[in-house]
């Protein structure tokens, strides 16, 4: 899912100068989501609904986790999320169930599944914020984002520079294929029927990439493609990473065991939300998919198999 253009967040312009009184409280502020929507706050809100998991996770590591009075069933991390009243799906929102618990903000997935509900949000004078959190830059601008909105822009822009400084690192780690991952070519599945697979334009492939692997259909810039059998194996995938269901059975399917990768049970399942969606922790899972990548010494990189 993609939303507008990098630019409708990548500032995070406070067009109206945060204000503050004779007694220090912050009074006003004004931002653009990534639908392009202006938002204004005139306080700090003290009850916010987040329907995203990872926004939810950025405003506990922001220190406005206590504030919560809303979350979506998926919102799983931290554990203390599981405190906060579960409000149904995000996708999208029952608003009845949300205007119910009087948010003074709501932050929404952008998507056009929740155009309509953010709409009837602010018809009830409910301020929306839809942020799009498909890749790790957008957890960083979020972070930064979501700070200004609850009144700690200096938390929101530490915790948005501490996981930049870990994905460079990791990006360096990568790059001098330490820890003998050392671009080992590997398959993003998402669905098997159909099959798709995931490209360049997903997170999970960065996370490949972060760990040291190769994602074999990093030429799509999309985030997944149906792709054919006959394609994959002509990649020859070393390692299948299931980044979608559980696909049960998989590795005994006649048409799958053409792969080696799968003969030799080279599979393993993204289960850990932090290899899942783009978060603060997303340095971490990369380290732990490093090590998995590396517990097959018996691998040795390819080349380019586009």
Known sequence: MRGPPLRAIALLVASLAACRSAGGSFTAVGLQDDAGAYVRLDAVPGRIVSLNPTTTELLFAIGAGSRLVGRSRACDYPPAAAEVPDLGDGFPPVVEAVAAVRPDLVILYHSAANAAAAERLRELGIPVLRLRTDRLADVARAAR??????????????????????????????????????????????????????????????????????????????????????????????????????MPGLERRPEWRTLRAIREARVVRLTESSSNRPSPRAPQAARSLRAWLASFPELKPSGDSR
């Not at 996370?207 to 259909?217: D, K, P, S």
């Open 145 to 246: 984002l979501l700070g200004r909105a609850a009144g700690t822009p200096r938390t929101g822009d530490s915790v948005a520079a501490t996981l930049e400084a870990q994905l460079a690192h990791e990006r360096r780690t990568a790059e001098r294929g330490e820890a003998g991952a050392g671009g080992i070519p590997v398959l993003l599945l998402a669905w098997d029927q159909p099959v798709i697979a995931l490209g360049a334009g997903s997170f999970a492939s960065e996370l490949i990439e972060l760990a040291g692997g190769r994602n074999v259909f990093a030429d799509l810039a999309a985030p997944s493609a149906p792709v054919s059998l006959e394609a994959i194996a002509a990649r020859e995938p070393e390692i299948v990473v299931l980044a979608g269901s559980e």
